[in-house]
């Protein structure tokens, strides 16, 4: 596991999947995995042979929590990871995740600037590098970069219309 991860990652989860083993409790671990946050389930499965007890592992993708707790409603105990694989997310400094993060709420640049006290230059290259690091070509592919990675909760944005919906068009067919 510590081949495709970072150890310190590999050794919490892999303490988790001691855990279940012994105790026969599913158990769900929340954070970050290769930069997106993800909720990763351990639950047992029986036993092979005389003492040892299969567990299966199964990752798959939650809003990030607004408050910084993981949800407890899930019927089996939620943990917040102490170890977090911020993939390539990890080579981004705080400012960058800021702008980031801003990005994705749908700020212009013009209004990160303003929030961060930086010219609107400063920001484009805080964004031009931000595109180089993630591979990203445009403020939508970071958006969407930012959300996978639970920098921003959509839940916790407000939505609104810059225009009013286009009237039903009528299809005819000749």
């Known amino acids: 596991m510590e081949e495709i991860v970072p150890p310190e990652y590999a050794r919490e989860r892999l303490s988790v999947v001691r855990?279940?083993?012994?105790?026969?409790?599913?158990?769900?671990?929340?954070?970050?995995?290769?930069?997106?946050?993800?909720?990763?389930?351990?639950?047992?499965?029986?036993?092979v042979g005389e003492h040892q007890r299969c567990v299966l592992a199964v990752q798959v993708p939650v809003?990030?929590?607004?408050?910084?707790?993981?949800?407890?409603d899930a019927g089996y105990e939620v943990r917040r990871a102490k170890v977090d694989d911020f993939g390539p997310l990890a080579t981004l400094s705080e400012r960058e995740l800021e702008v980031l993060r801003l990005i994705a709420e749908g700020k212009t640049t013009a209004e990160i600037?303003?929030?961060?006290?930086?010219?609107?230059?400063?920001?484009?290259?805080?964004?031009v590098s931000l595109g180089t690091k993630l591979g990203?070509?445009?403020?939508v592919e970071l958006a969407r970069i930012a959300i996978q990675a639970g920098l921003v909760n959509l839940?916790?944005?407000?939505?609104?219309?810059?225009?009013?919906?286009a009237p039903d068009a009528t299809v005819t067919t000749a």
């Open 19 to 47: 855990e279940v083993a012994t105790t026969g409790q599913t158990i769900a671990v929340e954070g970050m995995t290769r930069g997106r946050w993800r909720r990763s389930v351990f639950r047992p499965m029986g036993t």
């Open 63 to 72: 809003p990030r929590p607004r408050n910084g707790t993981v949800s407890q």
């Open 113 to 127: 600037a303003k929030a961060l006290h930086r010219s609107v230059k400063t920001v484009e290259w805080h964004r």
């Open 136 to 139: 990203a070509a445009n403020r």
């Open 155 to 165: 839940d916790s944005l407000e939505p609104h219309r810059t225009a009013e919906p």
